[in-house]
């Protein structure tokens, strides 16, 4: 088989232990799932009930164009449903706009560490590919202006990032934009956007309409709860959006996920409610590390990356034994640290009595 060169090294993606693996694998009984940054409060009801409600045939093709879920979106965000995209989850629209712009005589420009299919696709797609290491965990915004070049197609900026947390102030990404070549485009992931409540954070979609070159892109995986039906999509004027679907594969947003999300997006309250008891775990956490005079960055997501001078394998593997999935850094560019979802007040409880457990121990 002539394999792509690429392909041959290339890792694939490592999820993070199931339960039921851990279960089997230490014989507990109960495990606490704090490593994907999923939602611990599940979904709306009005999401389920969209799903229980749903009488179409299995047999039956998604509607390609996903067009309830279009409109409900569109009305939402107040933009023209030309203006959308839809993906098998912000992950699908990562290799969709890496496929549409990336090839062997281009480069991408990125951060380092940042969320990692931004650098995996442009492996795929032979791109050169320019990391740009992160200043005090934030986008090094000038460092990445000046490794842009004439083959620079894309630019990564992950806003709030994984996994630091942090996040891009209005008037440095505004100036940051203002700078790049309008050849260049901007891929603007806002996966936590609807956790942010930092005052200085940007409108995103109003400068879409200032600056051409840039897309948008959410999901409905992280604070809507439904990452298990894979729902993303990206917001950007019509002509990025056109030269876009070519690259796009048919029926690629399942029925369910469709009607889900649309009955999701209706429900801001649920979205509301999940904002402010995020922050609310937030807090116990960084009081926590207060006391104990650990590291980390103050996060804008539902996550935190926490230094804890260690192997991070090491703390991993001792939660791991309590019952406690998280996310060692080590795989993340942070080797002493580990990330954690915030979870339910219970859950996060539990955790940091595992951690107090840790540190009593070292």
Request: aromatic share 10%; net charge negative; with cysteine.
């Given at each position: 088989?002539?394999?792509k060169e690429?392909?041959?090294t290339?890792?694939?993606y490592?999820?993070?232990?199931?339960i039921d693996?851990?279960k089997?694998e230490f014989?507990l009984?109960k495990?606490?799932?704090l490593a994907?940054?999923?939602?611990?409060?599940?979904?709306?009801?009005k999401?389920l009930a969209?799903?229980?409600?749903?009488?179409?045939?299995?047999?039956?093709?998604p509607?390609g164009?996903?067009?309830n879920?279009r409109?409900a979106?569109?009305?939402h965000?107040?933009v023209?449903?030309?203006?959308?995209i839809?993906?098998?989850g912000?992950d699908?629209?990562?290799?969709?706009?890496?496929r549409?712009?990336?090839?062997p005589?281009?480069?991408?420009?990125?951060a380092e560490?940042?969320?990692s299919?931004?650098?995996?696709?442009?492996?795929i797609?032979?791109?050169?590919i320019i990391?740009?290491?992160?200043?005090?965990?934030?986008h090094?915004?000038?460092?990445?202006?000046?490794?842009?070049?004439?083959?620079t197609?894309?630019?990564w900026?992950?806003?709030?990032?994984?996994?630091t947390?942090?996040?891009?102030?209005?008037?440095?990404l505004i100036?940051?934009?203002?700078?790049?070549?309008?050849?260049?485009?901007v891929?603007?992931d806002e996966?936590?956007y609807?956790y942010?409540?930092?005052?200085?954070?940007?409108e995103?979609?109003s400068?879409?309409?200032?600056?051409?070159n840039?897309?948008?892109?959410?999901?409905?995986s992280k604070i809507y709860?439904?990452?298990?039906?894979r729902?993303?999509y990206?917001i950007a004027n019509?002509?990025?959006i056109?030269?876009l679907?070519?690259?796009r594969e048919?029926?690629?947003v399942s029925?369910f996920?469709q009607?889900?999300?649309?009955?999701?997006i209706?429900d801001?309250?649920?979205?509301q409610?999940?904002?402010?008891?995020?922050?609310?775990?937030l807090?116990?956490?960084?009081?926590f590390?207060e006391?104990?005079?650990?590291?980390y960055f103050?996060?804008q997501g539902?996550f935190?990356?926490?230094?804890?001078?260690v192997?991070?394998?090491q703390?991993?593997q001792?939660?791991?034994?309590?019952g406690?999935?998280?996310?060692?850094?080590k795989a993340?560019?942070?080797p002493?640290?580990v990330r954690?979802?915030?979870g339910?007040?219970e859950e996060?409880?539990?955790?940091?009595g595992?951690?107090?457990?840790?540190?009593a121990?070292q």
């Amino acid at each position: 088989m002539r394999w792509k060169e690429q392909l041959l090294t290339l890792t694939p993606y490592k999820p993070g232990k199931s339960i039921d693996s851990v279960k089997k694998e230490f014989n507990l009984e109960k495990i606490v799932k704090l490593a994907s940054n999923e939602n611990p409060f599940g979904c709306s009801q009005k999401a389920l009930a969209a799903i229980h409600e749903n009488g179409q045939s299995l047999a039956i093709y998604p509607d390609g164009y996903a067009t309830n879920l279009r409109e409900a979106v569109a009305n939402h965000y107040q933009v023209k449903p030309e203006e959308l995209i839809f993906g098998n989850g912000s992950d699908n629209l990562i290799q969709i706009i890496s496929r549409a712009l990336l090839d062997p005589s281009s480069n991408t420009v990125m951060a380092e560490p940042t969320f990692s299919q931004y650098r995996h696709n442009a492996v795929i797609e032979g791109a050169k590919i320019i990391e740009v290491p992160l200043k005090n965990g934030n986008h090094d915004l000038d460092g990445m202006l000046a490794a842009i070049d004439e083959n620079t197609n894309i630019v990564w900026l992950c806003s709030p990032n994984n996994p630091t947390g942090t996040y891009i102030p209005e008037q440095e990404l505004i100036a940051f934009l203002e700078k790049v070549p309008q050849e260049t485009l901007v891929v603007l992931d806002e996966a936590y956007y609807e956790y942010v409540v930092a005052e200085d954070y940007y409108e995103s979609i109003s400068l879409t309409r200032r600056f051409d070159n840039l897309i948008v892109l959410r999901t409905f995986s992280k604070i809507y709860g439904l990452a298990s039906l894979r729902i993303g999509y990206g917001i950007a004027n019509s002509k990025i959006i056109k030269a876009l679907e070519p690259a796009r594969e048919p029926f690629n947003v399942s029925t369910f996920g469709q009607l889900a999300a649309a009955a999701a997006i209706n429900d801001q309250e649920f979205v509301q409610q999940c904002k402010q008891t995020n922050r609310q775990g937030l807090e116990q956490y960084y009081q926590f590390f207060e006391a104990n005079k650990l590291s980390y960055f103050p996060s804008q997501g539902n996550f935190l990356l926490v230094d804890f001078k260690v192997d991070g394998d090491q703390v991993f593997q001792y939660l791991l034994q309590k019952g406690y999935i998280v996310r060692s850094g080590k795989a993340l560019g942070f080797p002493t640290s580990v990330r954690i979802t915030v979870g339910s007040n219970e859950e996060n409880e539990g955790l940091l009595g595992a951690i107090s457990q840790f540190l009593a121990e070292q």
